[in-house]
């Protein structure tokens, strides 16, 4: 049975009418989904998407998508009911070892209350809070623009 399953997945692999199906049946469900999350059972079919798009070769799509829904969930405060799927499977989903920490990260870094993340061990948590802070302490504090707040800040060539 493995061995007519990894056939299967080495034959799609190499069929490019295949792929570039997939690939059209993707960018159709990205579009769908992308604006109407309608239940939960919409989760489960999101985390299949993923796994099916690691499992066929197309790793690159993975970490894309989990962004997005990161970006949406954490940072715009969208799509709610979908935040714990999100948390909890679409980032796990993401083959690339190397992108799905850049995703736990950036989860991390937008999640609030920080000390409510579980999604990695405490000294990793304890290693993003010190670079977060590192950050902080190297970026010099901007003043918004004349044209955003009405007022003139000055500059060096006022003295």
Not at 11 to 35: A, H, P, V
Not at 72 to 97: A, I
Request: glycine share 4%; proline share 4%; net charge positive.
């Amino acid at each position: 049975m493995k061995i007519r399953y990894h056939l299967a997945l080495m034959f799609f692999r190499e069929d490019d009418q295949q792929k570039r199906r997939l690939l059209e049946s993707y960018r159709l469900m990205l579009d769908f989904y992308g604006i109407k999350l309608l239940d939960e059972s919409t989760d489960l079919r999101i985390t299949r998407i993923l796994k099916c798009l690691g499992i066929l070769g197309f790793e690159r799509y993975q970490a894309p998508l989990v962004h997005f829904f990161l970006t949406e969930t954490l940072v715009r405060g969208r799509l709610p009911r979908v935040k714990q799927s999100v948390l909890d499977y679409f980032m796990f989903s993401v083959l690339n070892t190397s992108e799905r920490k850049k995703l736990i990260r950036f989860a991390f870094e937008k999640f609030e209350p920080k000390e409510e993340f579980v999604w990695c061990p405490k000294r990793i948590q304890m290693q993003f809070l010190k670079a977060i802070k590192t950050r902080k302490a190297e970026t010099p504090e901007t003043h918004p623009s004349e044209s955003e707040s009405g007022v003139r800040w000055p500059t060096s060539n006022d003295f």
